[in-house]
């Protein structure tokens, strides 16, 4: 079994940052993916970033250039540097972790970015 537990959201203006982490624990598997999803009122979860251990990258492309995903595999944390907010980042953000077909998510963390 996998915990994964983010923290770091909250309400910023937009044009600000914020950054994410999550912690994962448990029975992690060295070759894992380590994602950031967001939902919004009304829309369906939808991808932010991903990130492998040996650190090859993916964005959506509404995030390119803002957001960065990172991981410290010695300390199984993965982060979502969050630059130059907008309103419309404004959702719960979620952690998962995924090895094959096996994927844990987080209770999530409220951003609200304020126009």
């Known amino acids: 079994q996998v915990q994964v537990v983010e923290s770091g959201g909250g309400l910023v203006q937009a044009g600000g940052s914020l950054r994410l982490s999550c912690a994962a624990s448990?029975?992690?598997?060295?070759?894992?993916?380590m994602g950031w999803y967001r939902q919004s009122p009304g829309k369906q979860r939808e991808l932010v970033a991903t990130?492998?251990?040996?650190?090859?990258?993916d964005y959506a492309d509404s995030v390119k250039g803002r957001f960065t995903i990172s991981r410290d595999n010695t300390k199984n944390m993965v982060y979502l540097q969050m630059n130059s907010l907008k309103p419309e980042d404004t959702a719960v953000y979620y952690c998962?972790?995924?090895?094959?077909?096996?994927?844990?998510w987080g209770q999530g963390t409220q951003v609200t970015v304020s126009s």
């Open positions: 998962r972790y995924t090895y094959g077909l096996y994927g844990v």
């Open positions: 448990g029975s992690i598997v060295s070759t894992n993916v």
């Open positions: 990130i492998t251990r040996a650190g090859s990258t």
